[in-house]
């Protein structure tokens, strides 16, 4: 939870929910499942705007695969310019399997899915209408520190969307 704004000052008023849960489950030999869930939801607080910087914009490696970071949200009717969104919500899930075991070296296959929504778009908010894309990468665990490579293909492009999209990370999340 994040709060800004009320008794503490400043410009910006909010109120940020945010969640995220991942589990990892055995398929079968050396076959791993991982299933991650994420959600949010964020509203202005009292005596403030809520600015676009704080809304949800999602894609990417920590959300959906090939979409690039910020292409899945809400867009301005009139400029057509992406401005985020007060909903969103996304479902990864992947099989995550050995190539060079004694390197550390692993497969990944995935489909994800999920979008955001904004309560004053035109869209608004449908939980059926989720964004999706599936893809393959390679997973390293590098003397230098983890490495990933990941490619997604999407399944709902809209406008100005990217039929495809890669990701690259080295080292971890903090």
Known sequence: MEYAGGFLGGDASFVKFRGEVGYYHPIWRFF?????????????????????YE?????????????????????????????????MGFVQSEVIFPILKEMGLNGVVFLDMGNVWGKDTDEGFDIT????SAGA?????????????????NFD????????NWEFRMGGNF
Not at 32 to 52: I, R, S, W
């Open 32 to 52: 791993v499942g991982h299933l991650k869930l994420g959600a949010g939801y964020v509203f202005d607080g009292p005596g403030g705007d809520l600015p676009v």
């Open 55 to 87: 809304r949800f914009f999602l894609g990417g490696l920590d959300s959906i695969r090939g979409y690039k970071y910020g292409d899945v949200s809400p867009r301005d009717p009139e400029t057509d310019e992406r401005i985020g969104g007060e909903y």
């Open 129 to 132: 209408d989720l964004r999706k």
């Open 137 to 153: 990468g390679i997973r390293w665990l590098s003397p230098m520190g983890p490495l990933r490579v990941e490619w997604g293909y």
């Open 157 to 164: 492009r809209h406008p100005g969307d990217d039929k495809s």
